[in-house]
């Protein structure tokens, strides 16, 4: 018998990294950039409208990139979320992608004040790829014994999205991570890359601040050149 190859076929990829480049004082002055564009974009109760895509605890359609590109943080924040995305798209499948990639970052920040709730379970259908920065990230000094210790500090958890992550056979390939779920516990510095489709959520916040700024990532791919308009065709 001859084994020509091995084709990954699981759907979901989380690849995890740490932001080394970004210094403190650069995750501090980057968090409260994304502070003041949340609170300038932020939906409340009195503003949602049942019509609008979005909780009431979301923001309006904003770019944090575009709306602070004049700071030299926000321009090296930049910078990496490419690499990221980049590195994602290497790594998963061999692409190396060296056309331009479109960004759009819109920040999600939780303290004592604004609450600490979890968000739901969501995906990103229409958005390919997704990069998630967290620069900072103050934990609650609680101590909460036993497995659901890991549960209280914003954790984000990815779920298989064809549910097939339990099989009957045990896997022992250590190349993958084979089950329903995988959470990841952020820090201050961890940066994060994954699919647009791919289920996730975040665990409830026992802490004193929480600082997620998502890059939604379009990457300018082959199989997306095809498209043309009406008057084009005509």
């Keep these: 018998m ?16 740490f932001a080394n480049e970004m210094s403190p004082a650069e995750n501090a002055e980057l968090s409260a950039l994304a502070w003041e564009t949340w609170k300038a ?9 049942a019509n609008e895509s979005g909780e009431y605890y979301s923001a309006t359609r904003h770019n944090m990139l575009v709306l602070f590109r004049d700071k ?64 900072s990230v103050k934990t609650s000094k609680r101590t909460v014994a036993g497995p659901t210790s890991s549960g209280v500090n914003g954790e984000t958890n990815f ?17 993958f991570h084979i089950g329903s779920s995988f959470r990841v516990k952020a820090e201050e510095g961890t940066i994060l890359a994954f699919e647009g489709h791919i289920p996730h ?17 379009y990457p300018k791919l082959p199989n997306k050149n ?6 084009k065709i005509l």
């Excluded at 095809?226 to 008057?231: C, P, V």
Aim: a negative charge; glycine letters at 4%; hydrophobic letters at 35%.
């Design 41 to 49: 974009n932020e939906k409340t109760e009195t503003t949602y409208s």
């Design 159 to 175: 779920y298989d999205p064809s549910n097939t992550g339990k099989r009957v056979w045990p896997n022992q390939n250590p190349s």
């Design 2 to 17: 001859r084994i020509d190859s091995l084709n990954t076929i699981f759907p979901s990829f989380v690849l995890q990294g």
């Design 72 to 135: 030299p943080v926000v321009k090296k924040f930049a910078i990496l979320a490419d690499m990221m995305a980049r590195a994602y798209l290497k790594t998963v499948y061999h692409y190396d992608c060296r056309d331009p990639i479109d960004m759009m970052a819109e920040p999600f920040c939780q303290n004592r004040e604004t609450g600490t709730d979890g968000i739901m379970p969501h995906a990103h259908t229409l958005k390919p790829l997704l990069v998630t920065y967290y620069p």
């Design 201 to 217: 959520d975040s665990a409830q916040f026992d802490g004193d601040e929480r600082v997620c700024i998502p890059v939604i990532c």
């Design 226 to 231: 095809l498209g043309t308009t009406l008057d």
